[in-house]
Nanobody, 121 residues
Framework: VQLQASGGGLVQAGDSLRLSCEAS????????MGWFRQTPGKEREFVAA????????RYDDSVKGRFTISRDNAKNTVYLQMNSLRPEDTAVYYC???????????????WGQGTLVTVSS
């Protein structure tokens, strides 16, 4: 599985961004998809995950109510809509594939290359 994340950029606090992650292959609908983020010197941290059908989602408390994960299985794409962005959301955001909905990075088997989100105050 190859994952291509996009949509990052430089925004101001309070702005919105939508990240996309397109997956290769014909079995996208059989993957749980997750978003993680990482800043220099810190471990990769969980942001959100979505089940294979999109019927179940999970969020880290730090983004709950501001971020929304969704997927379009017809387009092999998972999205992360990020609203009310804060400077502390600044990070490289990664999408990844897992066999079950999990907040643990070690559960995820394939990772995209990351897209940088910078939020200025």
């Amino acid at each position: 599985v190859q994952l291509q994340a996009s949509g990052g950029g430089l925004v101001q606090a309070g702005d919105s961004l939508r990240l996309s992650c397109e997956a290769s292959g014909r079995t996208f609908s059989s993957y749980v998809m997750g978003w993680f983020r990482q800043t220099p010197g810190k471990e990769r941290e969980f942001v959100a995950a979505i089940s294979m059908t999109g019927g179940s989602t999970r969020y880290d408390d730090s983004v709950k109510g501001r971020f929304t994960i969704s997927r379009d299985n017809a387009k092999n794409t998972v999205y992360l809509q990020m609203n009310s962005l804060r400077p502390e959301d600044t990070a490289v955001y990664y999408c990844a594939v897992a066999p079950w909905v999990s907040a643990t990075a070690t559960s995820y088997k394939f990772w995209g290359q990351g897209t940088l989100v910078t939020v200025s105050s």
